[in-house]
Each structure stands twice: as structure tokens, then as C-alpha cells.
T-cell receptor, first 115, second 114 residues
Framework: DAGVIQSPRHEVTEMGQEVTLRCKPI?????LFWYRQTMMRGLELLIY????????DSGMPEDRFSAKMPNASFSTLKIQPSEPRDSAVYFC?????????????FGPGTRLTVT | AQSVTQLGSHVSVSEGALVLLRCNYS??????LFWYVQYPNQGLQLLLK??????LVKGINGFEAEFKKSETSFHLTKPSAHMSDAAEYFC????????????FGKGTKLSVKP
């Protein structure tokens, strides 16, 4: 299996620009998670989906952040407009707890730098 | 609410020494518990998990963890540290026990001295 795929791996953008991060979960997984990791705040859950439906978005920091999952094999996290404090590593993870296996499989992350 | 506490944000050991990373959880129901490892510039990778089948769980790379209900602990150990074990380690609990999100601890960075 190819694992969770994220793109781009690195993104550098200027404040005010729109940023779109992409994720392809492992085939057959029905849960998808977006996390943000910073030195100051550690690993934070932003939002997660089950069967393409958002279940909990309480971790999304503000309205500038939005996430979609149009189908079982693709999800996006968009920041518009971006700000320097959004600089972080963003991880996507997927799981298939319907089989009784709760572990999440993480992608390699997208390192976002907003200048 | 369920939570995870990792004692010690940084742990340093000498190569060949015992590794002990501490994790305590709070849960009103029997939990599923996990340890993940993150190497520099990589995503998190599952080390091992506890799902009530056995209290001593063996994982990859020689790590193991013991579930102690009386102490609400799930500490991670390895008898002999290797330089390649230097990474950040995260303990996590599954709130619902069978599906949904995981609650992660703040992580413990392990350094291994030659």
C-alpha cells in the first residue's frame, strides 16, 4: 500500500495568500483526520471525517480554515487568507476502525511557511 | 473527558541504557492505548497498541508497554537504547474505544547519548 499521501511536502507563501493542502487516504479507510503540529502547541486535531462527512471541526482555529472531503480518496485543507501564525506542519491521517483497528496512519506532512 | 499525560517533555539516556517513557491516562471506560514515534521531518508511526487482549504489549524496534489499570498507566520501555531510537514519542488514547479520533499526549523527546 502507498500509505497516506500528502501534497505538497513544502509550501512557502506570503501572508494573505490562499493555501490548499491535499491528502489521499489509504484505500478502504473511512476516517480521515487533519492535524497541525507546532513547537508551541504540539499536535492539534483540526477536523476529522467519517465516510466523507465532517464529524468534529471544533479544532479548526477560525473561519479562515476550511476542509472538504468530496470523495473517499481525497481531502483538502484550505487556509484563506493565510497568516504567519499558520506556519506549522500539517498532517493528514486515516484509519479504518470499522474493522476494530483504531490506529491512525499518518502521512509525511506538509511544512507550511507563511512569510 | 479522556486525557493523556506524558511525564517529561525531554528524556536523555545513554546508548545501551534502559528507556522508560511515562504515560498516564484518564478514562471512564476501558481504553484503547497507543504509542507512536516521530522521527525528524517525518509523520507519526505506530509503535504498539493496547486493546485489552494482553496487558504487556510488544511493538516494533524492541519496544514494549505494560497496561496497569490500577495505576492508569501505559509506560513505554526498551531494555537497551540505540542511537536510532532518538525521536519524539507520543502516547494516545481512543475516547470511544473502537472508532473515532485519538487524544494525543504532548510528546516526549528522547535523546540517546553515545
Amino acid at each position: 500500500d502507498a500509505g497516506v499521501i500528502q501534497s505538497p511536502r513544502h509550501e512557502v507563501t506570503e501572508m494573505g495568500q490562499e493555501v490548499t493542502l491535499r491528502c489521499k487516504p489509504i484505500s478502504g479507510h473511512d476516517y480521515l483526520f487533519w492535524y497541525r503540529q507546532t513547537m508551541m502547541r504540539g499536535l492539534e486535531l483540526l477536523i476529522y471525517f467519517n465516510n466523507n462527512v465532517p464529524i468534529d471541526d471544533s479544532g479548526m482555529p477560525e473561519d479562515r480554515f476550511s476542509a472538504k472531503m468530496p470523495n473517499a480518496s481525497f481531502s483538502t485543507l484550505k487556509i484563506q487568507p493565510s497568516e504567519p501564525r499558520d506556519s506549522a506542519v500539517y498532517f493528514c491521517a486515516s484509519s479504518r476502525p470499522s474493522t476494530g483497528r483504531d490506529e491512525q496512519y499518518f502521512g509525511p506532512g506538509t511544512r507550511l511557511t507563511v512569510t | 473527558a479522556q486525557s493523556v499525560t506524558q511525564l517529561g517533555s525531554h528524556v536523555s539516556v545513554s546508548e545501551g541504557a534502559l528507556v522508560l517513557l511515562r504515560c498516564n491516562y484518564s478514562s471512564s471506560v476501558p481504553p484503547y492505548l497507543f504509542w507512536y514515534v516521530q522521527y525528524p521531518n517525518q509523520g507519526l508511526q505506530l509503535l504498539l497498541k493496547y486493546t485489552s487482549a494482553a496487558t504487556l504489549v510488544k511493538g516494533i524496534n524492541g519496544f514494549e508497554a505494560e497496561f496497569k489499570k490500577s495505576e492508569t498507566s501505559f509506560h513505554l520501555t526498551k531494555p537497551s537504547a540505540h542511537m536510532s531510537d532518538a525521536a519524539e514519542y507520543f502516547c494516545a488514547v481512543s475516547p470511544s474505544g473502537s472508532q473515532g479520533n485519538l487524544i494525543f499526549g504532548k510528546g516526549t523527546k528522547l535523546s540517546v547519548k553515545p
